[in-house]
């Protein structure tokens, strides 16, 4: 079983930066993607990033683009979400999700999912 931790949320005022981490456990831990997304009440998650367990593919939504990027350490099987110029649009909680075989972004493909960190952006 496959389990993943989110950390790094918090409260930040709008144009600050945040990095969440998901760490991720279990005896034979290989996915093929792991991704972000986010969350807000009475909304839909919403996909943020993905980036391959091997090689440096990544996919970002347009809202986030330039500024958040995700990044992966195999060795310490985690992956991260840098988070610069924040907007009060960012605020929702943030899911790691990791799948085992090609996503297409969509979220019902990921097979493991975070509890979630909250990210809340003032203005």
């Known amino acids: 079983q496959v389990q993943l931790v989110e950390s790094g949320g918090g409260l930040v005022q709008a144009g600050g930066s945040l990095r969440l981490s998901c760490a991720a456990s279990?005896?034979?831990?290989?996915?093929?993607?792991m991704a972000w997304f986010r969350q807000v009440p009475g909304k839909e998650r919403e996909f943020v990033s993905e980036i391959r367990w091997s090689g440096y593919t990544t996919s970002y939504a347009d809202s986030v683009k330039a500024r958040l990027t995700i990044s992966r350490d195999n060795a310490k099987n985690t992956v991260y979400l840098q988070m610069n110029s924040l907007k009060p649009e960012d605020t929702a909680v943030y899911y790691c999700a990791a799948s085992s075989a090609p996503s297409y972004l969509a979220a019902h493909r990921y097979d493991y999912w975070g509890q979630g960190t909250q990210v809340t952006v003032s203005s």
């Open positions: 279990g005896r034979t831990f290989s996915p093929y993607v």
